[in-house]
């Protein structure tokens, strides 16, 4: 008997059996999952970008027609007096042959300019004045910028980007939601409960607080198991990912965004849950 009143004192409104725990847990892991997963798209979109911008968009690859040992050295003379050059390299004909083997079979007899690699100190400059540059100092040579394609694959990253925000959103509002359903569900279950409580003096924010801790608290756990759960489907994903781009790693996913998951979904439950029964309870005859 005495255990039976302090559970009615902790839990009056018997809101642990209103609030069906299994099915919100379970519901609101399933979105914390997706909600992780897309954390981290957005995080590797964005060091992927980050990369093609650092990298290939500042290379600059300079072609010298007939590349004679003169020729070669008059546009590497021009391009190392160029401000926004930080490195000019000429690339070794023997490697040139190597590159271009499996499409030519060999380059041997054939008219192959030389090729010098440039590495831009400043990314804004402008590649078609530093083309100019050497064309005049060197006829025919040809410099090709690889920013063209660089920015098409930069607003990719940027799309993948706003397509994980947009999916953030649609959980979030999917969570609130199904929260919402739960808590009205509830509500109905313990309507007398309620009423009496209601009447015996209990405020509506009283009544709200305690249902809103309640799914907060359900919220919280069913997040943090379903970021658990997305824990595995991201390794694989980086060891997979990690040939093809170094900067994607273990340790470089949004551990921090992560560990705000389950904090989040309690936030987003306990705002549903609050205007869920205040908007209820205002509708009290």
């Known amino acids: 008997m005495a255990e039976r009143r302090r559970r009615l004192a902790r839990d009056p409104l018997g809101l642990r059996r209103a609030l069906a725990d299994r099915l919100l847990i379970g519901l609101v892991a399933a979105m914390a999952l997706l909600a992780a ?49 930080a490195e000019a390299t000429a690339v070794d004909p023997a490697r040139m042959a190597e590159l271009l083997r499996p499409w030519l079979g060999g380059a041997e007899g054939l008219p192959v300019p030389g090729v010098i690699e440039i590495r831009l100190a400043d990314l804004s400059a402008d590649t078609v004045l530093l083309g100019d540059a050497v064309a005049a100092e060197v006829p025919g040579a040809v410099t090709e910028a690889h920013g063209v394609w660089v920015g098409h694959l930069a607003a ?58 309640r799914a907060a608290f359900l919220a919280g756990m069913g997040a943090a198991g379903g970021t658990l759960l997305a ?29 705000l998951v389950p904090l989040m979904a309690a936030g987003v439950a306990w705002l549903s849950t609050q205007a869920t029964v205040r908007r209820w309870l205002r509708r009290l005859p």
């Open 156 to 213: 990719l990253a940027r799309a993948l980007e706003g397509l994980a925000f947009a999916v953030l959103a649609l959980v979030a509002g999917v969570a609130a939601a199904v929260v919402g359903v739960a808590v009205r569900a509830g509500l109905s279950a313990r309507r007398d409960a309620v009423l009496v409580l209601h009447g015996l003096g209990a405020t509506d924010a009283d009544v709200a607080g305690r249902f809103a801790r």
């Open 231 to 259: 824990l595995p489907a991201l390794a694989a994903l980086t060891s997979l990912a990690g040939p093809l781009a170094e900067g994607l790693s273990w340790h470089g996913l949004p551990w921090l965004d992560l560990a």
């Open 37 to 85: 997963l897309a954390l981290a798209g957005r995080s590797g979109a964005d060091r992927l970008a980050q990369r093609w911008r650092e990298g290939a968009a500042a290379a600059v690859t300079v072609q010298v027609p007939q590349p004679s040992p003169e020729r070669m050295e008059r546009a590497l003379a021009v391009l190392r007096r160029q401000p926004a050059v």
